[in-house]
């Protein structure tokens, strides 16, 4: 069973950036579709990014593209999220998870996803 930690997240103004990470223990990454999500009060978990095995396959949701990109170093055993342009619709608590895959597929499906970390806090303020 993989256990994942995200860090990173804070309080930062309109047009900031922020990098969250999210690291995993237990298990290897590798053969883990990594998917990162975000909830913001009183709304349904939505889907941002997601990654497949190796990297090479990437999604993300219309109102981040372009703004966000998902990238993972399987060495380290972490997935990283960069925020860029951030906007007060983005704050939320940001969540990574993983899918045991056994191919080099991606999905932005929040329920195909059974493992799940804590959360950190985004705030961004206009």
């Known amino acids: 069973q993989v256990q994942l930690v995200e860090s990173g997240g804070g309080a930062v103004q309109a047009g900031g950036s922020l990098r969250l990470s999210c690291a995993a223990s237990g298990r290897t990454l590798s053969p883990y579709t990594m998917g990162w999500f975000r909830q913001a009060p009183g709304k349904e978990r939505e889907s941002v990014a997601a990654?497949?095995?190796?990297?090479?396959?990437?999604l993300y949701v219309d109102s981040v593209k372009g703004r966000f990109t998902i990238s993972r170093d399987n060495a380290k055993n972490t997935v990283y999220l960069q925020m860029n342009g951030l906007k007060p619709e983005d704050t939320a608590v940001y969540y990574c998870?993983?899918?045991?895959?056994?191919?080099?597929?991606?999905?932005?499906?929040?329920?195909?996803?059974?493992?799940w970390g804590q959360g950190t806090q985004v705030t961004v303020s206009s």
């Open positions: 998870a993983a899918r045991l895959s056994f191919s080099d597929t991606v999905t932005l499906a929040t329920r195909a996803y059974g493992y």
């Open positions: 990654s497949s095995w190796s990297g090479g396959n990437t």
